[in-house]
């Protein structure tokens, strides 16, 4: 099944402890993305990337670092979370062809104490 | 610069009734344009997509939307609305001048009232 999974679901941490989100897709996807979601400011893009070692900023990247080592992975790192980083994150991936919509992953809820 | 507005944060509708969702756009070339749905607890999922072609787009779970050129609008419409349609709905852009970046709309809580 074509599908993006993201790692953990749930996600309680305190605050400066280094945590890393996995996501991970199996469609050989070029482009991949992480946004985050907040009541009222609808979806923010972290970081993406456009292909293997490509990463790019998004709108909201401070605290944030990213990887893209193998086409599949996309892990999203947080050095030293804070809790203004308390957030459901979602990690996305599609082709680089024109029209070709996101798949999403299921989302990772994240706390920061 | 690319954006999307969705101007309603709430619709209401009843069951059975009709149902409109509202985007518009701004693009500085042509538009690509998509719509996902997130039910609660759930990721976002792909509903429709308009690229090129007839301007009345057919999507996943009985809905549509329509591309106004003019109006730079790409609404979301349902004829007949259930219960279970009730979500949070996305429009969104995509880019393809060199980033190949979506850009989301602020989202429309749909609720349909039995």
């Known amino acids: 099944e074509a599908q993006v999974t993201q790692n953990p679901r749930y996600l309680i941490t305190v605050t400066g402890k280094k945590l890393t989100v996995t996501c991970s897709q199996n469609m050989n996807h070029e482009y991949m993305s992480w946004y985050r979601q907040d009541p009222g400011l609808g979806l923010r893009q972290i970081y993406y990337?456009?292909?293997?070692?490509?990463?790019d900023k998004g709108d909201v990247p401070e605290g944030y670092k990213v990887s893209r080592k193998e086409k599949r992975n996309f892990p999203l790192i947080l050095e030293s979370p804070s809790p203004n980083q308390t957030s459901l994150y979602f990690c996305?991936?599609?082709?680089?062809?024109?029209?070709?919509?996101?798949?999403f992953g299921s989302g990772t809820r994240l706390t920061v104490v | 610069a690319q954006s999307v507005a969705q101007p309603e944060d709430q619709v209401n509708v009843a069951e059975g009734n009709p149902l409109t969702v509202k985007c518009t756009y701004s693009v500085s070339g042509n538009p690509y344009l998509f719509w996902y749905v997130q039910y609660p607890n759930r990721g976002l999922q792909f509903l429709l997509k308009?690229?090129?072609?007839?301007?009345l787009v057919k999507g996943s779970y009985g809905f549509e939307a329509e591309f106004n050129k003019s109006q730079t609008s790409f609404h979301l419409k349902k004829p007949s609305a259930l219960v279970s349609d009730s979500a949070l709905y996305f429009c969104?852009?995509?880019?393809?001048?060199?980033?190949?970046?979506?850009?989301f709309g602020t989202g429309t809580r749909l609720k349909v009232l039995a």
């Open positions: 969104a852009v995509r880019d393809y001048s060199g980033t190949y970046k979506y850009i």
């Open positions: 990337s456009m292909n293997v070692e490509v990463t």
């Open positions: 996305a991936s599609s082709s680089a062809a024109q029209g070709d919509g996101y798949t």
């Open positions: 308009y690229i090129t072609g007839d301007n």
